[in-house]
């Protein structure tokens, strides 16, 4: 069944998306689940004692902010500045 949206702005109907979030949780494989689902991503796996991280394209914005962390960027079939891999010892407490 197609919807119509008449006269609505097109940013109304459009998919919600997020460059970079940055949160406190009390469970984080939980307060992950929660969000992918939220979006309509794929379930998180948990990568223990690693953390990857998908970035989309702020690679140039991740290193700015966090220049200090030894991050491992990670080729994946969008390119190789999307996704990077971290030691979750490496992070700051």
Known sequence: MEQKFGGLHPQVTMK??????????????????FLADLLGLAAPVPTAPFVVVEIGNE?????????????????TS??????FLIQAADLPA
């Open 78 to 83: 969008a390119g190789d500045d999307n996704v």
């Open 59 to 75: 690679r140039a914005n991740v290193e700015a902010a966090f220049g200090g962390l030894d991050l491992v960027w990670l080729s």
């Open 16 to 33: 919600p998306a997020l460059d970079h979030t940055i949160v406190q949780a009390h469970d984080k494989q939980e307060s992950a689940t």
